[in-house]
């Protein structure tokens, strides 16, 4: 519940490297969020080349910003060919994008969701940097670093939010 109630966007950070089994953990996170069937449906891009990762900003300038001075990002794709539920993926790479968030909060790190599908665009440009099949499409993008900055959690609970038993 701690990591759940304290995580916020950090877009500032140090210039830390992400230890190899910090990032094994985060993937491990991904990798352990329910899916339609137990379909599976995601893939994980790791990207910790700076070149590459500041060529990114580029996509979405007033969005992905934070990957200029981030060690290192894990897209997260749906792969089509996994899909057993067609659509499904979306959700399949959601649970693992928030699970890579949360882990990450766990340990200290601090992350962004940067948001790519739906956005025509953005999934175009990401499938040709990097070389995806077809059947493959960037959901997200999650910036990983050692936080520069410091958010008081925040506090979004409305009780109007929830309808029991009827609307
Ligand atoms: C689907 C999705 C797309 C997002 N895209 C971006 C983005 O492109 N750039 C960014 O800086 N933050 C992005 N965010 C982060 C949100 O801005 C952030 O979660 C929201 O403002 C709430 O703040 P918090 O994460 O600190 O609680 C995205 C979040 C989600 C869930």
Redesign the pocket.
Known sequence: MKAIFE???I?KYTGESISDKDLEELLKAAMAAPSAGNQQSWEFVVIKDRVILKEMVGI?PD??Q?LEDAPLAIMVCGNLDREIYEGYWVQDCSAATENILLAAQSKGLGT????VYPMENRVKALKKMFGLPEKAIPL?IVSVGHPAEK?KP?NRFDQSRIHTNIW
């Open positions: 995580r916020r966007s877009r979405h969005g992905y934070m962004v969701w940067l948001g997200s958010k925040s």
